[in-house]
């Protein structure tokens, strides 16, 4: 997710969910306290790596008995215009096959009978949300774009018999459905800059009740589409074979009428920063685009945190432009927290008092829960961990040469996947380093 601490998305997210779970119980101490169960959706192509990922880090905290997965089936590929099939490339005795889409989740969830145990044991709603997008626990305690992103809106259609429907219309049909319903510039700007239809970050939050009465009579089954990418404007060849989809985010469109649909409007910086480009279809973005890169997704994380610290008031430093693998991006202090740290504004201001600045150059982490930021001025690099039961008190200056961003070559055979992708490295020249390992009170001053 981010290299300053080597975090992966996964963890990021067990690690948010078991915060949350503990927040939540804090609020409510005379409830029965409940382990929240994490489904993860898997493929051929990603069920034994996530299942080893989990394994070998002992599922990140979380009890092996919280975390199912559920692996979706493949579906034919077609090669053409005509759905004729498309042949695997190394065996034409074999058909080619895909993932079937996210919308498979749904009827997963049902044929497993996972949502009448949770309702069972007092469960009242689901929260769906997507992988790599290293924000999305930034706004899920909010309940829950521009115009031309590669984002879904969300739009109230109206049908020409009076129907509604609230629902997210996918990027590459919002454009078109505009100009054939009396739009002719499609999705445009408005006279504040954005598009006037709010993006759809695929966070979703069900009812848990009347879900499963919905799933019960659908099966979970979703609409599907085809949705090929062509090698030219004559729209005759595939640029690769395509296949029937479904979005889990249609699922209301298997509602009645009265249906109660609404959403929770977030400021992108905050919630939405997807990893899904590779380095060459990022860098030709055009300028001023989301890059939606490993590049831009770890910038963002960073940009993120010194917006929260700053409204929360601290002195943070402008940040400085620069490029790597094609894509100019804003390169803020390196600031990143885990989730038992924070995972509301409220407890990042409750944590946060007295005169603080860091300077651009500088690196902040923060691991331990009871730590505490008071009058502190940071230029370097400061990394503090405690255990749970260890309040620390951070005060004072911390100067020193700190951690740096360094270009590097994506192309590099000697650099790890994870750093190439990205085009830079953090280089680890000079820091203040400090762990408590034992319960108490204590005051970092250095």
């Not at 990140?60 to 493949?74: A, D, N, S, W, Y």
């Not at 989809?245 to 409007?265: H, I, N, W």
């Not at 790597?324 to 944590?351: C, L």
Request: glycine fraction near 8%.
């Amino acid at each position: 997710m981010e290299t300053t601490t080597g975090t992966c998305f996964l963890q990021h997210y067990i690690e948010s969910i078991l915060s949350l779970s503990e927040a939540s119980f804090k609020q409510a101490p005379g409830e029965c306290r409940k382990d929240v169960p994490l489904v993860i959706m898997t493929s051929d192509d990603t069920h034994e790596r996530t299942l080893q990922l989990l394994e070998a880090h002992n599922y990140f905290g979380m009890k092996p008995t919280q975390v199912k997965l559920l692996k979706q089936e493949k579906v034919a590929c077609l090669a053409d215009n005509d759905a004729g099939l498309a042949l695997d490339p190394n065996n034409k005795y074999r058909i080619q096959t895909k993932p079937h889409g996210h919308g498979d989740v749904h009827a997963l969830l049902y044929s497993s009978g996972l949502l009448k145990e949770w309702k069972d044991t007092g469960l009242r709603w689901v929260v769906f949300f997507q992988d790599t997008n290293g924000l999305l626990f930034k706004a899920i305690p909010a309940a829950l774009g521009v115009a031309k992103e590669a984002i879904g809106g969300i739009t109230k259609l109206t049908h020409t018999d009076g129907r509604e429907m609230v629902i997210n219309v996918e990027y590459n049909q919002l454009d078109p459905l505009l100009r054939a319903t009396g739009h002719p510039d499609g999705d445009v700007n408005c006279e504040t800059g954005y598009s006037p239809y709010p993006g759809n970050i695929n966070q979703l939050i069900l009812e848990l009740g009347p879900y499963i009465d919905e799933l019960s009579k659908t099966g979970g089954a979703i609409k599907e589409f085809v949705n090929p990418k062509y090698k030219d404007s004559t729209k005759t060849e595939f640029k690769s074979s395509t296949r029937l989809e479904c979005m889990m985010q249609d699922y209301p469109k298997t509602l009645s009428p009265s249906a109660r649909v609404g959403f929770t409007v977030t400021d992108t910086w905050l919630a939405y920063a997807p990893v899904k480009n590779n380095p060459e279809d990022a860098a030709k973005v055009p300028k001023g685009n989301p890059y939606h890169s490993a590049t831009s997704g770890e910038m963002a994380i960073y940009r993120a945190n010194n917006m929260i610290l700053k409204e929360a008031g601290v002195k943070v430093d402008d940040p400085v432009t620069q490029v790597f693998n094609g894509q100019e991006v804003e390169v803020w202090s390196r600031i990143v927290w885990k989730p038992k740290w924070a995972v509301t504004f409220n407890d990042v201001k409750s944590k946060v008092s007295g005169n603080n600045s860091v300077s651009q150059k500088s690196t902040l982490v923060i691991k331990g829960r009871d730590i505490y930021i008071e009058d502190l001025e940071l230029d370097g690099a400061l990394i503090v961990d405690s255990v749970d039961d260890a309040e620390v008190n951070v005060v004072g200056s911390v100067c020193n040469k700190g951690w740096s961003v360094e270009s590097i070559d994506k192309d590099s055979t000697e650099l790890a996947e994870e750093v190439r992708i990205r085009g830079f490295k953090i280089i680890k020249t000079e820091e203040v380093q400090q762990f408590y390992d034992e319960p108490g009170k204590f005051t970092l001053k250095p």
